[in-house]
């Protein structure tokens, strides 16, 4: 009788618990709810999810105590917030053994998932998980009762799907340096909702060298939740600059003949661009220049079309005296007491002027005295 009576005590005292494991980590691995028999109390933990997340949990029934026969029950698997409330789908029926009361716990695991509906408000929710519909066998002792219940607490955070939105400098349009193109420096920011100012990764980027032309640049900025932020610029690298003149200073040369002389020069251009560059004049060298001063004019224009115009002159004198003809002295008789009547000629050529006059003092026809006497002889061109 007394056998019977502290078996009788043993099955009162059998029971089942489900006990919700709280750890849960943000890398979604699996986490455990334990179901366990009276006195043993769940540890309490909490998981992040946005609106309309989910994570998955393992369910654990874990069962003590003297059982005589098979029993069994369910438990939901699926545990899903909405509005605030908790609602528990998917049971599942579970099978207890027949057990020892000094036998090791019983351990039964089922996975499940805990879900939140999309919409649902930010804050912490407990969910509670609890054994239902226990079947014992009937005629049997030991029978199975439901123990302390798990909890699960999810906080539902804020749900970021709005990526960054970046800032750039705009358009820019810079002067090239070089026939490589121009270095371009620029500055590009990005604010995200969530996250706050994020660093910001731009191709090609600032301070590199672009070529000639439209360069696209390409920014882009990722915040915490994965989102990511593009916004496009352009650098546009342009020639305006005209290519620079080296011309000779003002020229000066004597004449060579009537129509004056054949001059030579040389003048240079050179671009930033193109490097060294054609020139083009308005006389071209070793020309003949007129007497008197002439203005060249040089142009030179680069591939971009910028053109570079300078001038110098060309001044053609005349510095060269004409040249007389040699005169033969002369020796003539007496006529009488005043000397005599001496004629002469004299000529005189100039390489611009040609034949020019010439002045003789005394002049041709003049009395000479007796004796040596000296004319001289004068020619202007």
């Given at each position: 009788?007394?056998?019977?009576?502290?078996?009788?005590?043993?099955?009162?005292?059998?029971?089942?618990?489900?006990?919700?494991?709280?750890?849960?980590?943000?890398?979604?691995?699996?986490?455990?709810?334990?179901?366990?028999?009276?006195?043993?109390?769940?540890?309490?933990?909490?998981?992040?999810?946005?609106?309309?997340g989910s994570a998955p949990i393992v369910i654990r029934a874990?069962?003590?105590?003297?059982?005589?026969?098979?029993?069994?029950?369910?438990?939901?698997?699926?545990?899903?917030?909405?509005?605030?409330?908790?609602?528990?789908?998917?049971?599942?029926?579970?099978?207890?053994?027949?057990?020892?009361?000094?036998?090791?716990?019983?351990?039964?695991?089922?996975?499940?998932?805990?879900?939140?509906?999309?919409?649902?408000?930010?804050?912490?929710?407990?969910?509670?998980?609890?054994?239902?519909?226990?079947?014992?066998?009937?005629?049997?002792?030991?029978?199975?009762?439901?123990?302390?219940?798990?909890?699960?607490?999810?906080?539902?955070?804020?749900?970021?799907?709005?990526?960054?939105?970046?800032?750039?400098?705009?358009?820019?349009?810079?002067?090239?340096a070089g026939a490589s193109g121009a270095p371009a420096t620029?500055?590009?920011?990005?604010?995200?909702?969530?996250?706050?100012?994020?660093?910001?990764?731009?191709?090609?980027?600032?301070?590199?060298?672009?070529?000639?032309?439209?360069?696209?640049?390409?920014?882009?900025?990722?915040?915490?939740?994965?989102?990511?932020?593009?916004?496009?610029?352009?650098?546009?690298?342009?020639?305006?600059?005209?290519?620079?003149?080296?011309?000779?200073?003002?020229?000066?040369?004597?004449?060579?003949?009537?129509?004056?002389?054949?001059?030579?020069?040389?003048?240079?251009?050179?671009?930033?661009?193109?490097?060294?560059?054609?020139?083009?004049?308005?006389?071209?060298?070793?020309?003949?220049?007129?007497?008197?001063?002439?203005?060249?004019?040089?142009?030179?224009?680069?591939?971009?079309?910028?053109?570079?115009?300078?001038?110098?002159?060309?001044?053609?004198?005349?510095?060269?005296?004409?040249?007389?003809?040699?005169?033969?002295?002369?020796?003539?008789?007496?006529?009488?007491?005043?000397?005599?009547?001496?004629?002469?000629?004299?000529?005189?050529?100039?390489?611009?002027?040609?034949?020019?006059?010439?002045?003789?003092?005394?002049?041709?026809?003049?009395?000479?005295?007796?004796?040596?006497?000296?004319?001289?002889?004068?020619?202007?061109?």
């Open positions: 009788m007394r056998s019977r009576s502290l078996r009788r005590r043993f099955n009162r005292v059998m029971s089942l618990m489900l006990v919700a494991l709280l750890t849960v980590p943000w890398s979604a691995l699996a986490s455990l709810v334990d179901i366990a028999v009276v006195d043993i109390v769940a540890p309490v933990d909490s998981v992040e999810l946005a609106a309309g874990t069962i003590t105590g003297a059982q005589a026969a098979e029993s069994t029950f369910k438990v939901n698997t699926v545990w899903t917030l909405s509005g605030g409330t908790w609602s528990g789908s998917a049971p599942v029926r579970l099978v207890s053994p027949p057990r020892a009361a000094q036998d090791p716990p019983t351990v039964i695991e089922v996975s499940g998932v805990v879900k939140v509906a999309s919409g649902q408000a930010r804050g912490s929710h407990t969910a509670v998980v609890s054994a239902f519909d226990i079947v014992n066998s009937p005629g049997q002792g030991g029978k199975l009762a439901d123990g302390d219940d798990g909890r699960y607490t999810v906080n539902v955070i804020q749900s970021d799907s709005i990526a960054p939105v970046i800032t750039t400098p705009g358009n820019l349009v810079v002067e090239a620029f500055a590009a920011s990005a604010w995200d909702e969530t996250d706050g100012a994020l660093p910001v990764t731009c191709t090609p980027a600032s301070g590199s060298t672009f070529p000639l032309g439209t360069t696209t640049v390409a920014c882009s900025a990722v915040d915490a939740a994965g989102n990511v932020g593009t916004a496009n610029f352009t650098v546009t690298v342009r020639d305006t600059t005209a290519p620079v003149l080296s011309l000779p200073a003002g020229i000066v040369a004597e004449a060579t003949g009537p129509g004056g002389a054949a001059v030579g020069f040389a003048a240079s251009a050179s671009d930033l661009v193109d490097g060294p560059v054609s020139v083009s004049y308005s006389h071209q060298p070793d020309s003949t220049f007129a007497l008197g001063t002439t203005e060249v004019r040089v142009n030179a224009t680069d591939a971009a079309g910028n053109t570079a115009s300078g001038s110098f002159t060309v001044t053609v004198r005349d510095t060269t005296a004409p040249v007389i003809d040699p005169l033969s002295d002369l020796s003539m008789e007496a006529a009488g007491p005043g000397g005599a009547i001496v004629t002469f000629s004299a000529s005189a050529s100039d390489i611009v002027d040609g034949g020019v006059g010439v002045v003789c003092v005394p002049p041709s026809g003049s009395t000479f005295p007796l004796g040596e006497n000296e004319v001289v002889c004068t020619a202007m061109d």
